[in-house]
């Protein structure tokens, strides 16, 4: 009876989440979040491309004239779990994407509330609590965040049964589970889940020096230590590339950082129990929606840090208030204090997504309690009471609220739902006394109370998560922007300046268009820097947002621009009422690869711009090197006759074929980034920073036939050390599940 029980309950919790999300996993609709049709849409399509093809790209030609895509890690391109996005189309993948973690997430904390030894009905409304709050819902946009959060409970299940018993297998299993959450692909939460991950251990820690079990205490140290080490091996087949790749990123030099911004602020505690229904004007869906757990679950929270004296109410209740102040962001000294250390700045960038172990927090709370209720039956019907008194306040400052023009404009715009969002939330706590009222009498059985305190919170929670949920036409999502057509009949090899954020971001990718504007969160800064130069004339980036993930160009026809190979510029227009994209051709352009007869070495890289700026700069006559180092024995003249012609362009491979009259400077318009090796004639070369952010390559006399490979050694370093990981993982959980196996047997 116990298992049928249980299968019944994953049951519910897998079939939960395919139910709210069914229009786009069984229906017509597609999911139409911003974040899915600018960013994850177009690189899971070329994603599902590559595994298809049992062929992986490491370089993304198709955004910011160049991209190391290998190090893209919130595009989660080596998540074990990116299975379904093997057979279906990629919106319908998406969808399943979304449900299926939703579901891990609820199992997860479903099995680790059944760890510490709670009920299974109390399980059950904590793990739904953690998979339909808002901050769990609200971040289906963002496919990086649930999935990396999923893991957690699960983490914290196995250090837990780790910390019981000795031999590999739970440790092993934790650290695979560590490694899938890195590579989910969201590195701010990966580190909030450490962080989270490094409080519980800490709490585990105490409660067994408490115990006096020193040789546990330091066996479960070690235990720990040796799990994050395995997870970060699992994983760095993605953490290494991306390691490589963020110094050279925006985030890593951008002076602004209002990302911080993005935070709870002290003025909407109120939202915590009155949740904004819907964001406000230019407001984000994460600002509104992410603050609200559910009346009960916050009730039952409250009702178990002030009444239940166990250790672990107070490791989560201390966990909880710490993850507030944290949320807080610039509004507290947590955040300065922890901002000054460099391993935990990427974790603050956005305070506000410390909201998630705060949800941990109450859902873990909100279920004990449930638990706890008959041990505190008495302590309930006080609580009661307190209840109608509080209530009672409540409908009165509603009341005044409502009689108050000025008061009554606040509310209106705080909560955006009118009294909507007071009223529930006087029905919930009305709701919850009667039931309390009922239980402490001895009228209702405890049975009864559990699942009307759960059908109370899914009555809450479902509706709200719904609310921010956005369906739209699969055939609109799909539907090919005409203005893609014009490109694609133009078969030559060119780059696009596309002004037009609904279009111009990562779709091009989808269609093999190569664009000089996208949507990155590891936009390279030197091309960044490059770009609003050409637009500005201007070297200051310190008012570019370090979280600025895409940058459209205006329409430049200049000869930075030029070097850039922009072909085309696109924007939109109206004409009578209708909104048209406009194409304007660019007189000043530049081949992708041509000769030059000779260079001039600028150090200094802010100067080299400001030489590119001149309009009577001639890059085909002599390149801008940083250095010339390698270059003493060529005779580079001061004209030269010859051509360069790519033969063959691929993401991660371009030939080019030359023919020179004397040795020149073969330039290609190609980001320059570590990873890329040039081979002439088959002969490994050198490749020269030129003209601030492309290439060149010196070329004796002659013919050549002059290949460009991404091959960067991070991602091999990284791969090597995933699979010996792996293997290493394999083996141990054999041997730990033989060594189990042989000491079952010989158990009496």
């Not at 009876?1 to 299968?7: A, L, Q, S, W």
């Not at 030939?655 to 009259?661: H, K, V």
């Not at 088959?682 to 920073?689: A, D, T, V």
């Not at 492309?694 to 013919?703: D, H, K, Q, T």
């Amino acid at each position: 009876m116990p298992k049928y029980k249980t299968g019944l309950v994953i049951l519910f919790l897998c079939a939960l989440p395919y139910a709210l999300l069914f229009p786009a996993i069984f229906g017509t609709k597609v999911i139409l979040f911003p974040d899915h049709l600018s960013f994850f849409y177009p690189y899971k399509y070329v994603a599902s491309q590559m595994y298809r093809e049992c062929r992986m790209h490491l370089w993304d030609p198709y955004i910011f004239a160049g991209l190391p895509m290998g190090a893209e890690i919130q595009t989660g391109l080596f998540y074990p779990l990116n299975f379904f996005f093997l057979a279906l189309p990629v919106f319908k993948a998406i969808a399943q994407f979304a449900a299926f973690h939703l579901f891990l997430a609820s199992l997860f904390m479903y099995l680790y509330l059944r760890g510490i030894a709670l009920s299974r009905s109390s399980s059950l409304f904590g793990a739904l609590v953690f998979a339909y709050n808002g901050f769990s819902f609200v971040h289906t946009e963002q496919l990086s965040i649930i999935s990396t959060c999923a893991w957690l409970p699960l983490i914290l299940l196995l250090i837990e049964r780790a910390s019981r018993a000795r031999g590999v297998v739970y440790p092993v299993l934790a650290g695979i589970a560590m490694g899938s959450q890195f590579l989910a692909g969201h590195p701010q939460m990966a580190l909030i889940n450490v962080l989270a991950i490094a409080a519980y251990v800490i709490f585990l820690l105490h409660t067994s020096s408490l115990s006096g079990r020193r040789a546990g205490t330091k066996r479960l140290a070690i235990t720990a230590i040796l799990i994050t080490a395995l997870g970060l091996s699992l994983a760095s087949i993605a953490l290494i590339p991306f390691a490589e790749v963020y110094p050279f990123s925006l985030r890593a030099h951008a002076g602004a950082d209002p990302s911080t911004d993005i935070a709870l602020a002290p003025g909407r505690l109120h939202t915590l129990l009155l949740p904004q229904l819907r964001p406000k004007a230019e407001e984000l869906d994460e600002v509104t929606g992410s603050v609200y757990a559910g009346t009960v679950p916050f009730l039952l929270a409250i009702l178990a840090a002030a009444m239940l004296k166990k250790r672990l109410v107070r490791f989560y209740s201390l966990l909880a208030l710490l993850s507030l102040l944290a949320a807080f962001g610039r509004a507290t000294p947590l955040w300065r204090v922890f901002s000054l250390l460099a391993p935990f700045r990427l974790a603050f960038q956005i305070p506000l997504r410390f909201l998630f172990p705060y949800m941990l927090s109450i859902s873990a709370l909100s279920a004990i309690a449930l638990d706890s209720i008959p041990e505190i039956r008495e302590r309930i019907a006080i609580a009661a009471r307190c209840l109608w008194v509080i209530i009672a306040v409540l409908i009165a400052l509603t009341i005044l609220l409502l009689l108050s023009p000025g008061t009554r404009d606040f509310l209106v715009h705080s909560t955006v739902g009118g009294v909507r969002a007071p009223v529930k939330c006087i029905l919930m706590l009305s709701a919850c006394a009667l039931l309390f009222h009922l239980w402490a009498r001895g009228r209702i059985t405890r049975v009864l109370l559990v699942i009307s305190l759960t059908c109370l919170t899914l009555a809450d929670l479902l509706p709200f998560d719904y609310g921010y949920l956005k369906f739209g036409d699969e055939s609109i999502a799909l539907a090919k922007p005409e203005v893609f057509n014009f490109f694609e009949r133009d078969k030559s090899l060119y780059r696009v300046s596309i002004l037009d954020r609904d279009i111009g971001l990562n779709l091009p990718m989808v269609y093999k268009i190569q664009n000089v504007s996208g949507y990155s969160p590891v936009i390279l800064s030197d091309t960044l820097h490059y770009s609003i130069y050409n637009a500005t004339h201007s070297h200051d980036l310190s008012r570019v947002q370090s979280v600025s993930r895409f940058y459209l160009l205006p329409n430049l026809d200049t000869k930075m621009s030029g070097l850039m190979n922009i072909k085309y510029h696109v924007a939109p227009f109206m004409k009578e009422g209708v909104r048209y994209m406009g194409i304007s051709q660019m007189k000043k352009i530049y081949p992708r690869a041509f000769l030059v007869p000779r260079y001039t070495v600028v150090p200094e890289r802010n100067a080299i711009l400001e030489i590119l700026g001149n309009e009577e700069f001639d890059p085909t006559k002599v390149i801008l090197l940083e250095t010339d180092a390698g270059l003493e024995n060529y005779n580079f003249m001061p004209s030269t006759g010859g051509e360069a012609q790519v033969i063959y362009f691929a993401p991660d491979r371009i030939d080019i074929a030359t023919r020179a009259e004397t040795d020149s400077l073969l330039f290609v318009s190609e980001i320059f980034f570590p990873g890329w090796r040039v081979f002439i004639d088959g002969i490994e070369g050198r490749i020269y920073r030129a003209n601030f952010i492309f290439r060149s390559v010196p070329l004796r006399r002659g013919e050549h036939r002059v290949s460009f490979i991404y091959d960067p050694l991070s991602f091999r370093v990284g791969k090597y050390i995933s699979i010996s990981s792996l293997a290493l993982c394999l083996c141990l959980l054999t041997w730990g599940m033989r060594r189990r196996s042989q000491r079952d047997a010989q158990a009496p």
